[in-house]
Nanobody, 120 residues
Framework: QVQLVESGGGLVEPGGSLRLSCAAS????????MGWFRQAPGKQRELVAI???????NYADTVRGRFTISRDNAKNTVSLQMNSLKPEDTADYYC??????????????WGQGTQVSVSS
């Protein structure tokens, strides 16, 4: 059973920085994509940043230039460095992994979520 364990998050003032980390375990299958999504109260979950095995990245327009995603393919870990945080970045952040499982195709897995609050 695949598990995604997140760490990081917390309360920070506007302009501050936080780092989120996530580790995938429980499977030897190929992890195709790892990344982060977020969900603010009353809003839909949205993509923040993802990174493919190739190193190709996608960022939401709202975070590009402020957030940086990094990944260790060998360890199946992904991190998100968040700088110049804004109050509108406040949300629950979820780690996501898309895994190619033999006989099952691609399955998506989610972490339990970690809260990020940006407030003075």
């Amino acid at each position: 059973q695949v598990q995604l364990v997140e760490s990081g998050g917390g309360l920070v003032e506007p302009g501050g920085s936080l780092r989120l980390s996530c580790a995938a375990s429980g499977s030897s299958a190929t992890v195709l994509i790892m990344g982060w999504f977020r969900q603010a109260p009353g809003k839909q979950r949205e993509l923040v940043a993802i990174m493919r095995n190739s190193g190709e990245t996608n960022y939401a327009d709202t975070v590009r230039g402020r957030f940086t995603i990094s990944r260790d393919n060998a360890k199946n870990t992904v991190s998100l460095q968040m700088n110049s945080l804004k109050p509108e970045d406040t949300a629950d952040y979820y780690c996501n992994a898309q895994i190619l499982e033999p006989g099952r195709g691609v399955s998506a897995y989610w972490g339990q979520g970690t809260q990020v609050s940006v407030s003075s």
